[in-house]
């Protein structure tokens, strides 16, 4: 069984650029969560994507968007990147178990992409 | 929006002694996990918790579910310097929970 994998590990944008981290679910996973963890601070919830569709969104701008594929993997874009951006990108892979609108089960994180914005 | 808050912030122990920290809501949730995270890491799911009351235990960890259901609390026993590092509560938000929000974190150091 292969955990959840992310890429890449380190990033270094300017700001105004746009960024793309990739994440592979957990064998047999099928909901894919991202987070945010600035310097000092518990992660914070970005979106999850289940069925390759966003099936929840915390409290970020639409410049930050995603994908899932049919695989169950899934990308994180940001566009027009700003200092605060600077962060721990954090992927979360789960199960759910009766669709979109049931229980997602406990969420297993990958390390993460540490993302620069100079 | 709901917050979760954990205590101690920080904390600095001796090897071999036991450790206990919290974590407090606002609000009322169905599940409890706690994390452990590394420098440089994401977090590593140690206990989940799925019921009021629940005491639930993982090698030397064990961690209980408040009958409130707005708290949880983590004990660590006999601490060895492999148990540095940040701990994070977290709870479902949405109906079905959708996303997790995760408290400020206690970081631990274990002195030799």
């Known amino acids: 069984e292969t955990g959840v994998t992310q890429s890449p590990t380190h990033l270094i944008k300017t700001r105004g650029q746009q960024v793309t981290l990739r994440c592979s679910s957990q064998?047999?996973?099928?909901?894919v969560s991202w987070y945010q963890q600035a310097l000092g601070q518990g992660p914070q919830f970005i979106f999850q994507?289940?069925?390759?569709?966003?099936?929840g969104r915390g409290n970020f701008p639409p410049r930050f968007s995603g994908l899932q594929f049919p695989n169950y993997s899934s990308e994180l874009n940001v566009n027009a990147l700003e200092l605060d951006d600077s962060a721990l990108y954090l992927c979360?892979?789960?199960?759910?178990?009766?669709?979109?609108?049931?229980?997602?089960?406990?969420?297993?994180f990958g390390p993460g992409t540490r993302l620069t914005v100079l | 929006g709901q917050q979760l808050n954990q205590s101690p912030q920080s904390m600095f122990i001796q090897e071999g002694e036991d450790v206990s920290m919290n974590c407090t809501s606002s609000?009322?949730?169905?599940?409890w996990l706690w994390y452990k995270q590394d420098p440089g890491e994401g977090p590593v799911l140690l206990i989940a918790?799925?019921?009021?009351?629940e005491l639930t235990s993982n090698g030397r960890l064990t961690a209980q579910f408040g009958i409130t259901r707005k708290d949880s609390f983590l004990n660590i026993s006999a601490s060895i310097p492999s148990d540095v590092g940040i701990y994070f509560c977290?709870?479902?938000?949405?109906?079905?929970?959708?996303?997790?929000?995760f408290g400020p974190g206690t970081r631990l150091s274990v002195l030799p």
């Open positions: 979360a892979s789960s199960f759910a178990r009766q669709g979109p609108s049931g229980r997602t089960d406990t969420q297993y």
């Open positions: 064998s047999g996973h099928n909901t």
């Open positions: 994507y289940y069925r390759e569709e966003e099936n």
């Open positions: 609000s009322i949730f169905n599940t």
């Open positions: 918790l799925y019921k009021a009351g």
């Open positions: 977290a709870g479902p938000l949405g109906n079905y929970g959708q996303n997790f929000v």
